[in-house]
T-cell receptor
Framework: GQQVMQIPQYQHVQEGEDFTTYCNSSTTLSNIQWYKQRPGGHPVFLIQ?????EVKKQKRLTFQFGEAKKNSSLHITATQTTDVGTYFC???????????FGKGTKLSVIP | GAVVSQHPSWVICKSGTSVKIECRSL??????MFWYRQFPKQSLMLMAT?????????EQGVEKDKFLINHASLTLSTLTVTSAHPEDSSFYIC?????????????FGEGSRLTVL
């Protein structure tokens, strides 16, 4: 079945440093989504990428979808303490409604 | 955005009892809802896909007689953990999408933390 691998599992950064998490799928995806889960909370949708090579920005967050639609990344510029949480990617295979979640990257920001 | 409500948020029960968790889409209709289990510091594990008016589709390794899912209406799905044991203690989360089945973003409930004594 479809597998989505996400690295790193943990990342500790100093406030103001950049942060990147990467996702790789074993199969070609129709779309990929990113979610953020704050400690003790539930996942919250951030963005969806659909097109090959797509790049989307949300303030300090930059999301990319690979040309082959098998990998994606989330980059945060100049992290802030409010960025703390676990970031999950979730990929959807062609013709499927089911999302497969990566294991997530837990981001800690040291003030 | 769309709202998915989950109840209860916390539940503590004795071993052997059954616990029902409700998942409601408050401002949209959902023919499909998803149930996940999340262990501490781990990712979301899809347990089953709940289909309105028909049987749920369970993921491999998930006991359907243990985790009963009912999707009686377009806004409500329930997960019943039957004869709960301590190893069933976990964070259970539901999700639903108001969009099309293959492109819509998921909205998650707040989650239900189950502790079985």
């Amino acid at each position: 079945g479809q597998q989505v691998m996400q690295i790193p599992q943990y990342q500790h950064v100093q406030e103001g440093e950049d942060f990147t998490t990467y996702c790789n799928s074993s199969t070609t995806l129709s779309n990929i989504q990113w979610y953020k889960q704050r400690p003790g909370g539930h996942p919250v949708f951030l963005i969806q990428l659909v097109k090959s090579g797509e790049v989307k920005k949300q303030k300090r967050l930059t999301f990319q979808f690979g040309e082959a639609k098998k990998n994606s990344s989330l980059h945060i510029t100049a992290t802030q303490t409010t960025d703390v949480g676990t970031y999950f990617c979730a990929g959807r295979g062609a013709g499927s409604y089911q999302l497969t979640f990566g294991k997530g990257t837990k981001l800690s920001v040291i003030p | 955005g769309a709202v998915v409500s989950q109840h209860p948020s916390w539940v503590i029960c004795k071993s052997g009892t059954s616990v029902k968790i409700e998942c409601r889409s408050l401002d949209f209709q959902a023919t499909t809802m998803f149930w996940y289990r999340q262990f501490p510091k781990q990712s979301l594990m899809l347990m089953a896909t709940s289909n309105e008016g028909s049987k749920a589709t369970y993921e491999q390794g998930v006991e359907k007689d243990k985790f009963l899912i009912n999707h009686a209406s377009l806004t409500l799905s329930t997960l019943t953990v039957t004869s709960a044991h301590p190893e069933d203690s976990s964070f259970y989360i539901c999700s639903a999408s108001p969009g099309t089945a293959d492109t819509g973003e998921l909205f998650f409930g707040e989650g239900s933390r189950l502790t079985v004594l």
